[in-house]
């Protein structure tokens, strides 16, 4: 498998059908204090940022900021037991049909920990998160203001067999159209 690192770089206006900076597939990234903004991903099925595919990545300090993805997964589009552990991390501002910040399907896991921050990313379903059939774990992020225009979900959207398994963390502010305003 392929591996990708990155420390200190930026990763802006990029844009693609799929995955907005990447598109991994059986591949690792490992990124430490990157920033990554207004990249986008106009294809279904999304990823702002990154599209993962039986992949891995692994984050500290990044900013993610002001992505969009036309269908899913404003930030991160993760599939097919995909993985990603955000330590320390920034996603903020960013768009998509579903799952603003993030799309998790098929057996997907993310962990966040090290007061990382979900705030003002806004999708129709699940603005922080959307979660099908799929795991988050947090300790200790912030979920904040975050909103669902059009349907469920201010903070997060968990659908099909998907949990979320919290340990500390701040939901506040967060606002859905119809029901569901903090997760």
Known sequence: SSTFTATGTTFAANSAPIGGVFSMWQASLNSTGCTFE??????????????L???????????FTSNTASVNGGA????VTSALTLTSSVVTSNTAAEGGGMYLITSSTVTATGSSSFTMNSAGLGGAFSLDASTLTSTGSVFSQNSATGTH???GWISNGGSLTD?????????AASGGGGA
């Open 38 to 51: 207004q990249n986008v991903a106009s294809g279904s099925p999304g990823g702002g940022v990154l599209f």
């Open 53 to 63: 595919s039986e992949s891995t990545a692994v984050d500290a300090g990044s900013s």
């Open 76 to 79: 991160f589009y993760l599939e």
């Open 153 to 155: 979900g201010g903070a």
């Open 167 to 175: 340990f500390g963390s701040n939901f506040t502010s967060n606002a």
